[in-house]
């Protein structure tokens, strides 16, 4: 049985058959994506030519290590892929991101994408999502007002500031970190878009209709591919 890291390697790694010479590609932020970027520049180093796009900080600095060409979105406003992980994939491929707190640099880069591909094991697969705290990005100028105005919306009835070493953590773009936390999400759809039209609020982690393939792996070893419409 592959222990957790190795599952996530074994899924970086997998990714990697879907880079192709000279293309631009995003590149996602968290644990599992980790492996693939270190991956990725061993390929750099033997002569794969690529441009890449990071989506936060900790992706910057990994990337930058590996020896990987980095540019912004304004510079290179389109890609043909993006690799990322997630918190929750449901069916049909929608997803909830933002635990490490990069969820809008994530949402940009991914919706600048083509095609977005996540890597995860296979503990992220879920029937229904919500079961993870949904973040949501808010302005630090009357981010009380907004967890406020999310409860008595009753878009969610618990609703708390996220912290770090007893400080608001604050993401890569200034701002602060809303977690949702419910037990299912009936209708995500209609939750980000109700999210969204509260004024302070910058994005939501909820990813619908993005992904068109995940990459999952299993404590056996298998690799599946799952693709959404």
Known sequence: MLSPEDIKKKVGIYA???VK??????????STV????????????????IKAVPSSRQTEQLAKEAGISLYDLNELTSLSLTIDGADEID??????????GALLQEKMV??????LIIIADSSKLVKQPGKFPLPVE??????????QKIISSRLCRNVSLRRKNDQPFVTDHHHFI??????????????NIALHLIPGVVETGLFIHMASKAIIGYEDGRVEVLSYG
Request: with cysteine; proline share 4%; charged share 20%.
């Open 16 to 18: 990697l058959n879907f």
């Open 21 to 30: 010479p000279a293309m631009a590609i995003g590149l996602g932020t968290g």
């Open 34 to 49: 980790n492996w693939f970027i270190k991956e990725l520049g061993k390929m750099v180093e033997q002569g794969l030519e």
């Open 91 to 100: 069916p049909q491929g929608n997803l909830i991101k933002g635990g490490g």
């Open 110 to 115: 991914a919706s600048a994408s083509e095609e």
């Open 138 to 147: 808010v302005i630090p100028f009357g981010y009380e007002m907004v967890r």
């Open 178 to 191: 809303l977690d949702c936390a419910f037990e299912r999400i009936d209708d995500a759809a209609s939750l």
